[in-house]
């Protein structure tokens, strides 16, 4: 048998060690009341940040910005943040930061882009945190478990010094709950929410180097498009020419070919034979 605690000489050094013993019994060793992780048979509801950044080049920024705001509205979010730039001449380059709903990133970012009469820059990317929202709702739990045990203790300490003791523990209990209760309240809304940051750049605006109305990035990538399109007619014209062209060649020139060998022999029997001139006699 285990030998017995001597207790305490007084009630209050009783209390406290009682406070310390349940307070570390829940913090280090079996946690009280502490939910299981989600088995693999439970389904667990996936949550993922989808952000977007896109660049485009438009005739009139503060129009396209207007028009931006006005869409914002209509898929049910807002812009969260504005800023602009402003050149001579009355250039401006803004940019946006655009929150939509998640269910509506994909329609979002294709408006965006069937606005722009050019599309500089685009990246998507999305962040799954579902695991981690599924480990700060069981730290949750098992935190909460923690501070009512904590609050039963208080209730039950007889003693200054072991109410202090205990609420000290509390108190940096409740702060872990309050940030772990924040983390996934930011993990929600970032979720429920898509970002998507647009930049406005003024069509004048990207065109490097432009004289008399040439511009050099404009016929590179023409050229480029032309020779793509060359190769694309090159290759189609190919598999036009083994798969259909070449088999109905064949095929043809098979065709005549025996046409040709039968009037061959028809002519041939036709064609009369020469007389054999006879010997004369052996005298």
Do not use: H
């Not at 509506?104 to 981690?132: C, P």
């Not at 020779?227 to 065709?255: C, E, K, R, S, Y």
């Amino acid at each position: 048998m285990e030998p017995a605690r001597d207790r305490p000489v007084n009630d209050s050094e009783w209390a406290a060690d009682e406070a310390k013993s349940d307070i570390s019994t829940v913090s280090g060793g079996a946690p009280a009341a502490q939910e299981p992780s989600p088995s693999v048979g439970e389904t667990v509801t996936r949550m993922i940040i989808y952000n977007g950044e896109i660049a485009l080049v438009v005739e009139d920024t503060v129009a396209s910005q207007e028009k931006i705001t006005t869409l914002a509205s209509e898929w049910g979010g807002y812009i969260s943040n504005a800023s602009s730039y402003a050149y001579e001449g009355g250039l401006t380059r803004i940019t946006l930061t655009v929150r939509v709903p998640a269910e509506k990133f994909n329609d979002a970012m294709a408006a965006l882009r069937a606005m722009a009469l050019e599309i500089s820059r685009e990246n998507i990317g999305s962040q799954d945190v579902t695991q981690e929202y599924v480990d700060l709702e069981s730290r949750l739990k098992a935190l909460e478990a923690k501070a009512a045990r904590l609050e039963e203790l208080m209730e039950q300490a007889e003693d200054t010094e072991a109410v202090l003791a205990v609420y000290e523990q509390l108190s940096a209990t409740q702060q872990e709950i309050e940030q772990t209760k924040g983390r996934m309240q930011y993990l929600e809304r970032m979720a429920a929410m898509a970002t998507i940051t647009v930049t406005l750049t003024p069509d004048e605006m990207s065109r490097p180097i432009e004289i008399a109305g040439w511009r050099p990035a404009g016929t590179l990538k023409r050229a480029f498009e032309a020779l793509i399109n060359t190769f694309q007619f090159l290759v189609d014209a190919l598999i036009w020419i083994v798969i259909w062209v070449a088999p109905v060649f064949a095929f043809i020139g098979l065709v005549l070919f025996g046409l040709i060998k039968a009037l061959g022999l028809i002519f041939k029997r036709r064609k009369p034979k020469a007389p054999v001139a006879s010997e004369p006699p052996i005298k």
